[in-house]
């Protein structure tokens, strides 16, 4: 009976390991996905004659991308989240059975408390990001000097309103998936045993986001050694 036992929880915990092997794949390919995921707003550019030339009239796209604060609201809110608990553990864990202890479990950084205000601050920080890098009445202002407009939209206010109510949703999309991506790994660590199963997402982010890099890095040097050879 001793050997059944001993097989039935080898086959659980091999059961978890498949799942959590599983559920990291699937974090990496969503990453992926996110990372490269863009929303891209048409501009048409208006026909003007400078002499004997002819320009303008082509058209493009001002692309925005879902996640354009990548990993530092995730970074900040953490701070701010953990530094109640952080500054109340240098000055002395309270003794079991206080009132300070039950305080200090349910803002700890496994408490349910910790893991909302931690997902609220994550959308709060990437709001805050999106509106010092991403200026909508910068960018309206560029396109109407440079003789583009977004069709449907006119010149100045409309257009500064189109681009900020994109902005918004997009930044909501890239909170939303930020938050989920910080907040996994923590429930992950509440369900199961060992707390060193429960790997960060903000890891998996940086990780992933470097590779991608890298290999566009690599892409854009062998596109840059091809034209060169043609030249040549």
């Given at each position: ?27 990496i390919i ?29 058209s493009t ?71 010092i890098q ?99």
């Open positions: 009976s001793s050997g059944i036992a001993f097989g039935s929880q080898a086959a659980i915990n091999w059961l978890w390991v498949l799942l959590l092997i599983v559920g990291m794949l699937a974090l969503f990453i992926v996905f996110i990372n490269d995921a863009e929303r891209r707003i048409p501009v048409q550019y208006a026909k003007r004659q400078v002499g004997r030339k002819m320009y303008g009239g082509q796209h001002l692309p925005m991308k879902v996640n354009m604060s990548g990993v530092l609201p995730i970074i900040f809110a953490q701070s701010i989240a953990s530094l109640p608990v952080t500054v109340w553990t240098f000055i002395g864990t309270p003794a079991e059975g206080t009132v300070s202890r039950a305080i200090y479990d349910a803002i700890d950084t496994k408490s349910v408390i910790y893991m909302v205000v931690y997902f609220i601050m994550i959308i709060g920080f990437s709001y805050f990001y999106s509106s991403f200026n909508p009445v910068e960018i309206a202002n560029n396109l109407k000097k440079q003789g583009g407009f977004i069709p449907g939209f006119r010149p100045g206010k409309p257009t500064v309103d189109f681009i900020r109510k994109v902005l918004n949703k997009i930044t909501l999309f890239g909170a939303i998936y930020l938050g989920i991506v910080a907040i996994c790994p923590l429930i992950i660590g509440k369900f199961v045993s060992s707390a060193s199963l429960a790997i960060g997402g903000t890891s998996v982010i940086i990780v992933v986001g470097v590779a991608l890099e890298t290999v566009k890095a690599l892409e854009s040097q062998m596109l840059m050694r091809q034209y060169k050879g043609f030249l040549e």
